[in-house]
């Protein structure tokens, strides 16, 4: 396989694996302030509680992936999005701290004001990723030499706004399958209405953005014209979608979350495919848009790291795989709880 | 060319920048020193619960493990903010190090972040998860992930500091450097060295942290058992860091004459080359618009034989770099000097605790007590101030002899961007320090559970099963004789 799609299709993987992971977690703290006592709160956080930290590593393995496999569409995109990112920055120093500190403190006070934090952090940063891909898909001005010529406010246009609130739909609804995976009792069957509502509103986010990409970013499907094969996701994408209510109304969550994994893949994998072979469109001129050959470190680095990678991938794998089984089952509050 | 104006709107971009990483980053740095240092001592404490069965050092890994995950959760928080750092701020920087830095950042990512924060999950939530053998297994390798981020990242530093094994392709702006050869950049002429002394350096704050609490709560007349031993394992790792960490600074500093000259002239002061042997100022005021050392106090021809075991070979002065070229004088001459006396004291005071320890008078001197609860900001301060003089002193280079940090930062950023995120992490951090500070006081309040406690073991068998198998031959050994078993016999 040629070295830059590799690294191409690598940084696909950890964005696929980052937003399903962290989606979920993300996910239940948007749901976070729908639980009521602080018992059912507890049973939330929990939930994600040993988990959420190693999701999170997702994010930063696939920074430094970018940061190394291309060099330059880092830089430019990092920059371009200086003030989003500094709020990102910020949303999820403030989810980390409200998660470890609120089970500090009995005080009720005290809970509230972290739950909020929690909740805030979660949906700010969950719409925000949204917002940074829905720009990706525009294009934004990008000038010869890499660099961003544009400014805030050319970052907040109506179609990424859109993706930012699709980004919320689909991880409330992760969020909600994850939970009803975790509970059990009459928590776990409040949260199954969780489910249904918030599959309504990933519904409708979810048809709505469809339509507005397909009829205003031609760009969206240019590549399907010489990938014909990618119309096939696109079948498997409606079909996870479709099979989400299917698996909810079986009483078959464990379906239902698989489906609704199937469903963020395929979603980023269309983003990918999007894109291919851009890392970045300049909306300027695109001969200069950054692509996975013009921005990419040499063969010799690539190489390189994609032996670091197969060297490191199933260990990653390995113990992933070892956290999530220790940490299976449902959640039962104890002495090392939050 | 850019105009007179636009140059002081790029200096003062540039300075904001340069504001936000020191900040940002001296920050992040409170906690991977401590996480790093624990780790250590976790591994020795939860080893010998194994190996005695002696639930008092049961006690104690639970209790440190506390505190060593709420520093964890600070480090990660603040560790991203480092990650974006490079391509929010300093894009050009990114351009230009991206290929050598990709490696290591890539094997940072896979082994250590991954390795961390998987088994970190065990640590903290699996004590009645899984058996006693895979969780010390886990702890082994929290310990050795959170010291292989650090391989990585002073790898990286050092390339800066000493780049090696690469070639630079393209000119002007475009310019960026590309590796030649993968170990030739690993071990580049400083990493080693930079790296022994960032590890010992984080050995000593981990000690001097557990010095600190164990001291209190025996000058408090609490959990006393806990806080002996607690305190006693800690004090020989410090002392024994403390000691390595001075021969580790002399071997640095004679690798600085030549890898970083104009560093080190200006560490000690050296304005001026002069014949025969180079004095070492022990403290002083640099004054660098006339060239010479203020209020200074200095052993002649003492440097020339540290840096070279000769009396009398001269060691070069900044006379001998251009002018352009020239590192600030003062801020790394007194951090150096500040961080290098601090060393001695942790060393002298060790040493002297370590003697009345094994005479058996050490826990009724409560003088000495009292220095031990507060002497853990020493170790803070000086790994801070340590790397203040490193980067300092690179100056005015961001990739020594290479890239200038003028040049370095992102053009689309302005110097407005800038101050507000400025602003937010400061505001931010102190909100977060705050919290820190309040929920940390709260554990040492709360102390660790008595080990008199009868043990929790109502782990599930499938579960230890699994563990077992997962943890390797060693594992299921300690399954079948271990666990709940191994505990009710003791009882």
């Given at each position: 396989?040629?070295?830059?799609?590799?690294?191409?299709?690598?940084?696909?993987?950890?964005?696929?694996?980052?937003?399903?992971?962290?989606?979920?977690?993300?996910?239940?703290?948007?749901?976070?302030?729908?639980?009521?006592?602080?018992?059912?709160?507890?049973?939330?956080?929990?939930?994600?509680?040993?988990?959420?930290?190693?999701?999170?590593?997702?994010?930063?393995?696939?920074?430094?992936?970018?940061?190394?496999?291309?060099?330059?569409?880092?830089?430019?995109?990092?920059?371009?999005?200086?003030?989003?990112?500094?709020?990102?920055?910020?949303?999820?120093?403030?989810?980390?701290?409200?998660?470890?500190?609120?089970?500090?403190?009995?005080?009720?006070?005290?809970?509230?004001?972290?739950?909020?934090?929690?909740?805030?952090?979660?949906?700010?940063?969950?719409?925000?990723?949204?917002?940074?891909?829905?720009?990706?898909?525009?294009?934004?001005?990008?000038?010869?030499?890499?660099?961003?010529?544009?400014?805030?406010?050319?970052?907040?246009?109506?179609?990424?706004?859109?993706?930012?609130?699709?980004?919320?739909?689909?991880?409330?609804?992760?969020?909600?399958?994850?939970?009803?995976?975790?509970?059990?009792?009459?928590?776990?069957?409040?949260?199954?209405?969780?489910?249904?509502?918030?599959?309504?509103?990933?519904?409708?986010?979810?048809?709505?953005?469809?339509?507005?990409?397909?009829?205003?970013?031609?760009?969206?499907?240019?590549?399907?014209?010489?990938?014909?094969?990618?119309?096939?996701?696109?079948?498997?994408?409606?079909?996870?979608?479709?099979?989400?209510?299917?698996?909810?109304?079986?009483?078959?969550?464990?379906?239902?979350?698989?489906?609704?994994?199937?469903?963020?893949?395929?979603?980023?994998?269309?983003?990918?495919?999007?894109?291919?072979?851009?890392?970045?469109?300049?909306?300027?001129?695109?001969?200069?848009?950054?692509?996975?050959?013009?921005?990419?470190?040499?063969?010799?680095?690539?190489?390189?790291?994609?032996?670091?990678?197969?060297?490191?991938?199933?260990?990653?794998?390995?113990?992933?795989?070892?956290?999530?089984?220790?940490?299976?089952?449902?959640?039962?509050?104890?002495?090392?709880?939050? | 060319?850019?105009?007179?104006?636009?140059?002081?709107?790029?200096?003062?971009?540039v300075l904001l920048a340069r504001l936000q990483f020191a900040f940002t980053l001296m920050f992040h740095y409170?906690?991977?020193?401590?996480?790093?240092?624990?780790?250590?001592?976790?591994?020795?404490?939860?080893?010998?619960?194994?190996?005695?069965?002696?639930?008092?050092?049961?006690?104690?890994?639970?209790?440190?493990?506390?505190?060593?995950?709420?520093?964890?959760?600070?480090?990660?928080?603040?560790?991203?903010v480092m990650?974006?750092q490079?391509?929010?701020n300093w894009?050009?920087?990114?351009?230009?190090?991206?290929?050598?830095?990709?490696?290591?950042?890539?094997?940072?990512?896979?082994?250590?972040?991954?390795?961390?924060?998987?088994?970190?999950?065990?640590?903290?939530?699996?004590?009645?998860?899984?058996?006693?053998?895979?969780?010390?297994?886990?702890?082994?390798?929290?310990?050795?992930?959170?010291?292989?981020?650090?391989?990585?990242?002073?790898?990286?530093?050092?390339?800066?500091?000493?780049?090696?094994?690469?070639?630079?392709?393209?000119?002007?702006?475009?310019?960026?450097?590309?590796?030649?050869?993968?170990?030739?950049?690993?071990?580049?002429?400083?990493?080693?060295?930079?790296?022994?002394?960032?590890?010992?350096?984080?050995?000593?704050?981990?000690?001097?942290?557990?010095?600190?609490?164990?001291?209190?709560?025996?000058?408090?007349?609490?959990?006393?058992?806990?806080?002996?031993?607690?305190?006693?394992?800690?004090?020989?790792?410090?002392?024994?860091?403390?000691?390595?960490?001075?021969?580790?600074?002399?071997?640095?500093?004679?690798?600085?004459?030549?890898?970083?000259?104009?560093?080190?002239?200006?560490?000690?002061?050296?304005?001026?080359?002069?014949?025969?042997?180079?004095?070492?100022?022990?403290?002083?005021?640099?004054?660098?618009?006339?060239?010479?050392?203020?209020?200074?106090?200095?052993?002649?021809?003492?440097?020339?034989?540290?840096?070279?075991?000769?009396?009398?070979?001269?060691?070069?002065?900044?006379?001998?770099?251009?002018?352009?070229?020239?590192?600030?004088?003062?801020l790394?001459?007194?951090t150096?000097?500040?961080?290098?006396?601090?060393?001695?004291?942790?060393?002298?005071?060790?040493?002297?605790?370590?003697?009345?320890?094994?005479?058996?008078?050490?826990?009724?001197?409560?003088?000495?007590?009292?220095?031990?609860?507060?002497?853990?900001?020493?170790?803070?301060?000086?790994?801070e101030l340590?790397w203040v003089a490193a980067e300092v002193?690179r100056q005015?280079?961001v990739?020594?002899?290479?890239?200038?940090t003028?040049?370095?930062?992102?053009?689309?950023?302005?110097?407005?961007?800038v101050?507000?995120?400025l602003?937010?992490f400061g505001?931010?951090y102190?909100?977060?320090?705050?919290?820190?500070?309040?929920?940390?006081?709260?554990?040492?309040?709360?102390?660790?559970?008595?080990?008199?406690?009868?043990?929790?073991?109502?782990?599930?068998?499938?579960?230890?099963?699994?563990?077992?198998?997962?943890?390797?031959?060693?594992?299921?050994?300690?399954?079948?004789?271990?666990?709940?078993?191994?505990?009710?016999?003791?009882?």
């Amino acid at each position: 396989m040629d070295l830059h799609l590799f690294w191409f299709a690598l940084l696909g993987v950890l964005l696929t694996g980052y937003a399903i992971l962290d989606g979920f977690d993300l996910g239940v703290g948007i749901l976070h302030l729908a639980a009521r006592r602080d018992d059912e709160r507890r049973v939330l956080l929990n939930a994600i509680g040993p988990l959420w930290d190693g999701n999170e590593v997702w994010l930063v393995t696939f920074g430094g992936a970018l940061f190394a496999a291309f060099p330059r569409a880092y830089a430019a995109v990092f920059s371009a999005f200086y003030l989003p990112f500094m709020l990102l920055l910020f949303a999820l120093i403030f989810r980390a701290v409200s998660i470890e500190f609120r089970s500090k403190r009995e005080s009720a006070a005290w809970r509230r004001f972290w739950d909020g934090a929690f909740f805030a952090a979660s949906t700010v940063a969950t719409f925000l990723m949204g917002v940074a891909v829905g720009d990706s898909m525009l294009g934004i001005p990008i000038g010869p030499d890499g660099d961003y010529t544009g400014g805030v406010v050319d970052l907040l246009r109506p179609y990424a706004l859109l993706v930012g609130v699709l980004a919320v739909a689909t991880f409330a609804m992760h969020g909600s399958i994850y939970l009803h995976l975790k509970t059990e009792g009459e928590l776990q069957r409040r949260i199954h209405g969780w489910m249904w509502r918030t599959f309504g509103f990933f519904l409708v986010a979810y048809m709505l953005v469809t339509v507005v990409t397909l009829v205003t970013v031609p760009a969206a499907t240019r590549n399907f014209t010489r990938l014909p094969w990618a119309w096939v996701v696109v079948l498997l994408n409606i079909l996870a979608v479709a099979n989400i209510p299917r698996a909810i109304s079986k009483g078959k969550p464990l379906g239902a979350f698989v489906s609704s994994s199937c469903t963020i893949a395929a979603l980023v994998f269309l983003f990918g495919v999007a894109l291919f072979p851009n890392l970045l469109v300049s909306s300027s001129d695109p001969a200069w848009s950054l692509t996975i050959v013009n921005a990419a470190s040499s063969e010799k680095t690539l190489r390189i790291m994609r032996m670091i990678a197969f060297l490191g991938m199933p260990f990653v794998a390995a113990y992933t795989a070892v956290v999530y089984w220790v940490f299976r089952g449902k959640v039962e509050l104890g002495k090392f709880s939050y | 060319m850019l105009g007179e104006a636009e140059v002081a709107t790029a200096m003062d971009a540039v300075l904001l920048a340069r504001l936000q990483f020191a900040f940002t980053l001296m920050f992040h740095y409170l906690f991977p020193p401590v996480t790093i240092g624990l780790g250590v001592l976790l591994v020795v404490m939860e080893g010998m619960y194994l190996k005695t069965r002696d639930l008092h050092y049961e006690a104690m890994a639970k209790f440190w493990t506390k505190v060593f995950a709420v520093t964890f959760a600070m480090g990660v928080a603040t560790g991203i903010v480092m990650e974006f750092q490079f391509g929010t701020n300093w894009a050009t920087y990114s351009r230009f190090v991206g290929d050598v830095f990709g490696s290591a950042l890539a094997a940072e990512g896979i082994f250590a972040f991954f390795l961390e924060s998987g088994f970190l999950a065990v640590l903290v939530f699996g004590w009645d998860r899984v058996s006693p053998g895979m969780h010390f297994f886990a702890t082994v390798m929290v310990a050795l992930g959170s010291m292989f981020s650090a391989v990585w990242i002073v790898v990286a530093n050092s390339w800066q500091q000493t780049p090696a094994g690469f070639h630079i392709v393209g000119v002007g702006s475009a310019a960026r450097a590309e590796i030649t050869d993968f170990w030739a950049m690993v071990f580049n002429p400083s990493s080693v060295e930079r790296l022994v002394h960032v590890l010992l350096g984080a050995f000593i704050v981990g000690a001097f942290v557990v010095l600190s609490v164990s001291a209190f709560y025996l000058l408090k007349g609490r959990h006393l058992e806990f806080a002996r031993r607690s305190f006693t394992i800690a004090l020989v790792v410090a002392a024994l860091a403390s000691l390595a960490e001075v021969v580790s600074g002399d071997s640095q500093a004679r690798t600085l004459a030549t890898t970083q000259p104009a560093k080190l002239a200006a560490f000690e002061g050296l304005y001026r080359t002069t014949p025969g042997g180079t004095r070492l100022t022990v403290m002083g005021f640099p004054d660098t618009a006339e060239e010479r050392v203020r209020g200074e106090i200095a052993i002649p021809g003492l440097l020339s034989y540290l840096v070279w075991g000769d009396w009398n070979k001269p060691v070069q002065g900044l006379d001998r770099v251009p002018r352009a070229d020239w590192p600030p004088v003062a801020l790394p001459f007194q951090t150096y000097h500040v961080m290098v006396g601090l060393g001695f004291v942790f060393g002298a005071l060790t040493l002297v605790a370590l003697v009345m320890r094994w005479r058996g008078t050490l826990f009724e001197a409560r003088w000495l007590l009292w220095t031990f609860v507060f002497a853990v900001a020493g170790p803070f301060a000086a790994n801070e101030l340590g790397w203040v003089a490193a980067e300092v002193g690179r100056q005015p280079w961001v990739v020594y002899g290479l890239l200038r940090t003028l040049d370095a930062t992102s053009k689309s950023v302005s110097a407005g961007q800038v101050l507000a995120s400025l602003v937010m992490f400061g505001v931010i951090y102190a909100l977060l320090f705050a919290v820190y500070v309040f929920v940390l006081n709260d554990k040492i309040q709360h102390g660790p559970d008595e080990p008199a406690a009868p043990p929790a073991a109502t782990t599930g068998r499938e579960l230890l099963a699994a563990a077992g198998s997962l943890a390797g031959r060693r594992g299921e050994s300690l399954t079948s004789t271990g666990g709940a078993a191994g505990r009710a016999g003791r009882e």
